[in-house]
Nanobody, 121 residues
Framework: QVQLVESGGGLMQAGGSLRLSCAAS????????MRWYRQAPGKQRELVAA???????NYADSVKGRFTISRDNAKNTVYLQMNSLKPEDTAVYSC???????????????WGHGTQVTVSS
């Protein structure tokens, strides 16, 4: 069974930094895109950042210039470096990945369960 597990969330003061990690494990043949989402209570889920297998990146306007997504293909891990954190960044951050498992031929989308990020004023 393929699993995605996020880590690195926590409490940080505004202006501080956190780095989130999301490690995929299981029978994985190939990972294409990996993404970070966030959702705060009462808010819509938002795509924060995405990265392709070729390391092309995209960011939400709200985090552009502050967050950096990267990946380590050898470790099947995607990272989100979050700098200059703001209180409005407070949310549950989840990762997903489009990947081909050992039993599949085309990519399927898998989700992690999320990690809480809280930014104080």
């Amino acid at each position: 069974q393929v699993q995605l597990v996020e880590s690195g969330g926590g409490l940080m003061q505004a202006g501080g930094s956190l780095r989130l990690s999301c490690a995929a494990s299981g029978s994985i043949v190939r990972i294409s895109a990996m993404r970070w989402y966030r959702q705060a209570p009462g808010k819509q889920r938002e795509l924060v950042a995405a990265i392709t297998s070729g390391a092309t990146t995209n960011y939400a306007d709200s985090v552009k210039g502050r967050f950096t997504i990267s990946r380590d293909n050898a470790k099947n891990t995607v990272y989100l470096q979050m700098n200059s954190l703001k209180p409005e960044d407070t949310a549950v951050y989840s990762c997903n990945a489009d990947l081909v498992s050992g039993s599949g031929l085309w990519p399927s989308r898998y989700w992690g369960h999320g990690t809480q990020v809280t930014v104080s004023s």
